[in-house]
């Protein structure tokens, strides 16, 4: 079965360093999403992407992240002079139609210190 | 976002059958019903959905209210797998929406 796939696993960074989290959605899907969790909170929306632009935001994601469809495979969001708060599981998703279920992947786990 | 209330969490004995209640109480007519999971140390991973009939597949079925205020997953026999917290979720088949994610319901199998 089609998986939704992220690298790395696990990624630590020191405070003020930029990060880019990687995710290869199902390939026949059109939607793609990031979410992010912090260690025994909610699963928090950060951003959808349609059609090569931010489709919608959260709140969360301010000037400080980015996201990107750099080939017709990979979706990536950039996170910039990262904070100790921006610990947290991130989670890239996908769906083929608007309405349909997601999928997500099994998540990178980001660690700044 | 269309509200959905789940009970914080229930407890179900092993192999028997465990019914998830979700409340959506000002559900639009264009809004599909969602269920997911999230095992521990993992992503969400979604479980079954449906609009208006109820649906089943091989993880679990879903029964909705003929007037869609309610929803019921239910999980045939619960295995000591299927501990995790389940969401209820509310997705507008309209356009494309963000997808938010509750508290949910945490499931405690007892072996």
């Known amino acids: 079965e089609p998986e939704v796939t992220q690298t790395p696993s696990h990624q630590v960074t020191q405070m003020g360093q930029e990060v880019i989290l990687r995710c290869v959605p199902i390939?026949?899907?059109?939607?793609f999403y990031w979410y992010r969790q912090i260690l025994g909170q909610k699963v928090e929306f950060l951003v959808s992407f349609y059609n090569n632009e931010i489709s919608e935001k959260s709140e969360i994601f301010d000037d400080q992240f980015s996201v990107e469809r750099p080939d017709g495979s990979n979706f990536t969001l950039k996170i910039r002079s990262t904070k100790l708060e921006d610990s947290a599981m991130y989670f890239c998703?996908?769906?083929?139609?608007?309405?349909?279920?997601?999928?997500f992947g099994n998540g990178t786990r980001l660690t700044v210190t | 976002d269309a509200k959905t209330t789940q009970p914080n969490s229930m407890e179900s004995n092993e192999e028997e059958p465990v019914h998830l209640p979700c409340n959506h109480s000002t559900i639009s007519g264009t809004d599909y019903i969602h269920w997911y999971r999230q095992l521990p140390s993992q992503g969400p991973e979604y479980v079954i959905h449906g609009l208006t009939s109820n649906v089943n597949n091989r993880m679990a079925s879903l029964a909705i209210a003929e007037d869609r205020k309610s929803s019921t997953l239910i999980l045939h026999r619960a295995t000591l797998r299927d501990a995790a917290v389940y969401y209820c979720?509310?997705?507008?088949?309209?356009?494309?929406?963000?997808?938010?994610f509750g508290t949910g319901t945490k499931l405690q199998v007892i072996p």
């Open positions: 998703a996908s769906s083929e139609e608007a309405y349909s279920p997601l999928h």
């Open positions: 390939s026949n899907h059109l939607y």
């Open positions: 979720i509310l997705r507008d088949g309209g356009g494309y929406q963000k997808v938010t």
